[in-house]
């Protein structure tokens, strides 16, 4: 009903906040920006596809799934205009953080119609099948990134090197 679904969302913003006030810094102290951000990305792909697969009776493995979402939003959510900031010039950084807004807004009005559909033709395990795999996808992505990044790095320390 109502009452437990307010209820459920709002130990899910605690279990947000929790993580974004107590957690988020020292993640990135210990692991590092990127690392952080694709912890986010599996967080929430691993929440997703947890929902998709969990028995519809069991509460405790949908609270497991949707606790793991809201404990990757935060890990993802800030990292990524951070991670524009200090990779793209500084002529060049109001043009990324408007691309940026723009395929984020993109995505906010596409993706519930697409995953309408699916949700509409497949039912809800296919639909948070579809979602998790996506964000899955983008961690994968994230991850291969950041090992090409620290590639280069390693063998081209003057071209990586953007801190002048």
Do not use: H, W
Request: glycine share 10%; hydrophobic share 50%; aromatic share 6%.
């Amino acid at each position: 009903g109502p009452r437990a679904g307010g209820a459920m969302l709002t130990a899910g913003a605690c279990v947000s906040f929790a993580v974004s006030t107590a957690l988020f810094a020292t993640v990135v102290k210990t692991v590092g920006i990127v690392s952080t951000a694709i912890a986010g990305l599996l967080c929430i792909a691993c929440g997703l596809l947890g929902i998709a697969c969990a028995d519809p009776s069991s509460l405790t493995a949908f609270v497991a799934a949707a606790s793991l979402y809201q404990i990757g939003k935060p890990l993802y959510a800030p990292t990524l205009p951070t991670l524009l900031l200090r990779c793209v010039p500084p002529s060049k950084r109001g043009l990324a953080m408007g691309l940026d807004s723009i395929s984020n807004t993109f995505a906010r009005a596409t993706a519930p119609l697409l995953l309408g559909a699916v949700l509409q033709s497949r039912g809800e395990s296919a639909c948070f099948a579809v979602a998790g795999s996506l964000v899955l996808t983008a961690a994968a992505l994230a991850a291969i990134r950041g090992l090409q990044v620290q590639t280069a790095r390693r063998f081209f320390p003057a071209r990586t090197d953007r801190s002048e």
